[in-house]
């Protein structure tokens, strides 16, 4: 007798409670438990100050990537927006938390077809040779790459104190 698998499904968020109440919105993990039900569910998230990096929560396998280092690494505690107003020095993370995004969608853990995301862009180039037929190719690792400069250059280095 063949035993049935659940289907896997992956969910992706830029926020999650690292602990029952912690005040970080918990729609995502709500949502992620639903589905839960009918599915075996890992949930990838960034890590936060006080989260384990990897976790059983109920049914959901939580899995949390590092982009910064620990000491800093406050980005995506509570609303992400807030963070940036509340103190400028989080700036420095965006360019780390952009590029980690970037590196799970080469793996093709990132967020799937059709929504576009960094990862997803560079995939196209694995294949060598069509890129150097068309090196128009390379403008999503080009932006990429202007991005992070840009929030590099978004703020002056004075005003950053971590």
């Not at 289907?7 to 602990?19: D, E, F, G, K, M």
């Not at 890992?42 to 100050?49: D, E, I, M, R, Y």
């Not at 959901?60 to 800093?72: E, Q, S, T, Y």
């Not at 799970?104 to 995301?117: A, K, T, W, Y």
Request: net charge negative; glycine share 6%; hydrophobic share 45%.
């Amino acid at each position: 007798m063949a035993v049935m698998q659940r289907r896997r499904l992956l969910v992706l968020a830029s926020t999650y409670p690292a602990r029952a109440g912690d005040g970080t919105p918990a729609f995502v993990r709500d949502l992620a438990a639903a589905e839960s039900s009918r599915y075996e569910t890992t949930v990838l998230v960034p890590a936060v100050p006080g989260s384990v990096g990897d976790e059983v929560d109920g049914a959901l396998d939580v899995r949390r990537f590092r982009f910064f280092p620990r000491r800093w690494e406050d980005l995506a505690d509570g609303a992400i927006l807030e963070n940036l107003r509340s103190r400028k020095s989080r700036w420095l993370q965006v360019p780390a938390f952009l590029l980690a995004e970037a590196n799970l969608g080469l793996l093709g853990l990132g967020i799937p077809e059709p929504v576009p995301s960094w990862g997803g862009l560079l995939r196209d180039l694995e294949n060598l040779p069509a890129v150097t037929s068309h090196p128009e190719m390379l403008a999503p690792a080009a932006l990429l790459f202007l991005t992070v400069t840009c929030f590099h250059l978004l703020v002056p280095s004075d005003e950053y104190h971590v």
